[in-house]
């Protein structure tokens, strides 16, 4: 099954938030924003906002009828700022005008009155201050202690990874429509319709019936909209509210890079001990996660980050400190990988000092110590259907890793400027929400009476292809072609209480809800069959649009079998919620199951880099990925290769670089992400007889996971500068732009 949106975006008919039809009477929104990263706020002068031209309110805190609080997991976040800014792009007030340019224009004549405060942006000097979002968090597994004497070889240092910018194509966008009785409809780019509906509701006063939030498609999101698109939403709902006109509000490219969170910067001490034979005894890190200012996502971010703190490695004696720490920067937010591909990085970066320390190769440390069937994870749950060896091995072999490693050696040895390196890149990750409450999904469904069928999920369709997916499941549950299925846009009215499209899972909950709803009224179709055909119950299917009597066609096809049951008022549509069975966490113990499985794959990676320039290319990419039996072979092959695209962007060329709290990085030209000519060829490969008995049609989550294999290349990339200096330690502090590597190459000398 191809992605569904295909064809319209080709065509260019597939409509955004920006390309609805605009209603009569629309205005526009645009946020008045702290240029300052601390500062008490003293004032706001509306009236020259309110004397430029086509400029009908200026909305601030003492406009909102309900409370001022946005946020989720922590309340610690205004819509619009009263008292204090805390970071440079901190909306204060709202601006709404005639046009979209006005609106600006009047955002811009809005006077601040500030008073600069001091501000922190490095995470361990906040945590010095005691300045953290939560209380510090500690997992722990083993008797880390006391492994310490055990251990041949120890090894300390440091690793850091910056931030990255989401860059979804589709900016942050909401338009607000009000309806009969105050009634507001939002149309929100959102991950979190029912996230955008409970807080619009808590900001406006209003019960969360008085507000739909509906969902056609996002152009991207890969985290950042999960939280971060509601407070643009809600200051649409606000105008629309505050002025009874619709109101839409779409950032600028410039706007959205400098208003809205990204990737958490973080940084880490680990320390690793080992066995002489390069077996892991102990590891012992610490990390300090750059919340920014406010709480947003980063607990449950920082919670994942825990979990994948060991990697795909089995690791007897383990101790992570969490540390989320408040900083006078825009709040970090989810991002494809959620906390892990930074944890990944530490203990990789901790692999990667045991080896240069030791000289046994990085890659037979990592072999050596992959999770195998049983192992406990230092969370308590124990590898099931481990997959880690199996995907090691295959993606080993089809890069024939021995041969290539002899032919890179062969090839720095005759090359004194041009050195190639190799890594291998092995991925563990959990499917679930960490917060176990969220592990929730319904599907609506209705068999109308021309045998057309409706299909409503919680999912919301972000580029990622669940759509397709889900066309799969409900195609397959039926017996039906996929054509005669259509899947509505994501609206709060058809399916409530959503948890956000988010943590791989999306296709995992809202496809299994969609085959138990598929199922009900299959089964109720199948009443009426077996009555028709005087068959047994249980001999009858539908395959393709037939009903067929143990195994074989009948004459009975879908359409009649339709009219037959409506004609005798059976019931022809089913709602069905699924929760994710058997898995639970215990936060005081820091012990439980909160994955559902986990998904296993490893990548090999080649690098050549140029070590007059220190310029670099990522050469080629083999993957081995546990895909399960998937439900859209093509989609799931867009998300491997995506990914792992992403995830090398963050680790090479993705540079955010802030200067007391201002985005410096806030443009195109300014922020560098991948393009075609920086994509390497990419072998990837599924591993075959993988099903999954834990996900819908034995299927498994694709959407983060190959994020991580981009984690490799910054490992290649040193491989290959240490071919040229053989006698520098490794540094770790990603990205590894061309600059560090010449740096690292020259710098010293
Ligand atoms: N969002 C969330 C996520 O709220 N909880 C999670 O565990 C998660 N994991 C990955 C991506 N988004
Ligand atoms: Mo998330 S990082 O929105 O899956």
């Not at 507001?184 to 900001?203: C, D, L």
């Not at 046994?360 to 999770?371: D, E, F, K, S, Y």
């Not at 994870?377 to 091995?393: H, N, T």
């Not at 080993?396 to 040895?413: G, I």
């Amino acid at each position: 099954m191809s992605h569904p949106d295909l064809i319209a975006h080709v065509l260019g008919t597939s409509r955004f938030v920006d390309d609805l039809p605009e209603p009569a009477g629309l205005l526009h929104a645009s946020a008045v924003t702290s240029p300052l990263p601390h500062a008490r706020l003293i004032g706001l002068d509306p009236a020259p906002a309110l004397a430029s031209p086509g400029v009908v309110a200026v909305l601030t805190a003492a406009d909102i009828p309900g409370t001022n609080q946005i946020g989720g997991i922590v309340q610690d976040e205004e819509l619009l700022a009263t008292a204090a800014v805390h970071f440079v792009g901190q909306p204060v007030a709202v601006v709404v005008a005639d046009t979209p340019h006005r609106a600006r224009l009047g955002a811009r004549a809005c006077a601040l009155e500030l008073e600069a405060l001091p501000a922190v942006f490095d995470p361990r000097e906040a945590a010095a201050r005691g300045d953290l979002i939560t209380a510090q968090r500690m997992l722990e597994c083993g008797d880390v202690d006391a492994a310490w004497a055990d251990c041949e070889v120890i090894v300390e240092g440091r690793a850091d990874t910056a931030g990255q910018e989401h860059l979804y194509l589709e900016t942050q966008a909401a338009m607000a429509i009000p309806e009969e009785g105050g009634r507001i409809r939002i149309f929100s780019s959102t991950q979190a319709p029912t996230a955008v509906q409970r807080i619009a509701a808590r900001v406006l006063g209003l019960p969360m019936n008085m507000l739909e939030v509906e969902v056609t498609r996002l152009g991207g999101a890969f985290g950042g909209k999960e939280d971060q698109a509601t407070p643009w939403a809600v200051m649409a709902a606000l105008a629309a509210r505050r002025t009874g006109r619709p109101v839409k509000l779409v950032l600028s490219r410039h706007e959205d890079m400098v208003c809205t969170g990204k990737r958490h910067p973080y940084s880490s001490d680990f320390k690793l001990g080992l066995a002489g034979d390069g077996r892991i005894i102990a590891y012992e890190a610490r990390l300090w996660q750059n919340a920014g200012a406010a709480a947003d996502l980063s607990p449950a971010i920082l919670e994942r980050s825990m979990f994948h703190a060991t990697g795909a490695y089995r690791v007897p004696n383990a101790r992570i400190h969490a540390a989320s720490c408040r900083t006078n920067l825009p709040p970090f937010t989810a991002f494809r990988g959620f906390g892990a591909p930074q944890a990944m990085f530490v203990i990789e970066a901790a692999i990667d000092r045991a080896a240069e320390v030791t000289g046994i190769p990085r890659t037979v440390i990592q072999a050596r110590n992959l999770l195998d069937e049983g192992d406990p994870f230092p969370y308590g749950m124990r590898v099931e259907r481990a997959r880690a060896r199996r995907s090691w091995d295959e993606a080993v072999a089809l890069a024939d890793l021995e041969t290539l490693q002899r032919e890179v050696a062969a090839a720095n040895a005759a090359e004194p400027w041009r050195k190639r390196g190799v890594a291998v890149m092995p991925v563990c990750f959990g499917i679930s929400f960490t917060n176990t409450t969220l592990n929730q999904a319904g599907a609506l469904v209705h068999v109308y009476t021309d045998g057309s069928v409706s299909v409503s999920t919680g999912a919301v369709e972000m580029g990622q292809g669940v759509s397709a997916k889900i066309l799969a499941v409900a195609s397959a549950t039926l017996g039906l072609p996929a054509e005669r299925i259509r899947l509505e846009s994501t609206t709060t009215r058809t399916v409530a209480n959503t948890s956000p499209t988010a943590a791989s899972s999306g296709a995992d909950m809202n496809g299994r809800a969609t085959e138990l709803a598929c199922r009900a009224i299959g089964d109720r179709l199948l009443s009426v069959a077996a009555e028709r055909l005087d068959a047994p119950f249980a001999d009858l299917s539908i395959a393709d649009g037939v009903v067929t009597v143990a195994g074989r066609p009948s004459e009975l096809g879908w359409d009649e079998l339709v009219r037959t049951a409506y004609s005798r008022r059976v019931n022809l549509s089913a709602h069905a919620h699924y929760a994710t069975p058997g898995i639970w966490y215990d936060r005081e113990a820091e012990r439980g199951e909160p994955f559902a499985y986990h998904v296993f794959g490893t990548a090999v990676l080649e690098v050549t880099v140029d070590c007059l320039r220190g310029t670099y290319v990522v050469d080629r990419v083999r993957i081995a990925h546990d895909g399960g039996r998937s439900l859209a072979p093509e989609v799931d092959r867009g998300q491997l290769e995506g990914g792992l695209v992403q995830g090398l962007g963050w680790m090479t060329m993705e540079e955010l670089v802030f200067s007391h709290g201002r985005n410096l990085s806030d443009t195109l030209s300014t922020y560098k992400i991948p393009d075609l000519p920086s994509t390497p060829v990419i072998d990837g490969r599924f591993l075959a007889d993988a099903d999954n008995p834990k996900a819908v049609l034995r299927s498994k989550a694709i959407g983060e996971p190959p994020f991580m294999y981009g984690i490799g290349v910054y490992f290649a990339l040193l491989d290959a500068l240490r071919a040229f200096r053989p006698d520098r330690p490794g540094v770790y502090d990603a990205p590894l732009t061309p600059e560090k590597a010449l740096l690292f190459l020259h710098a010293d000398r």
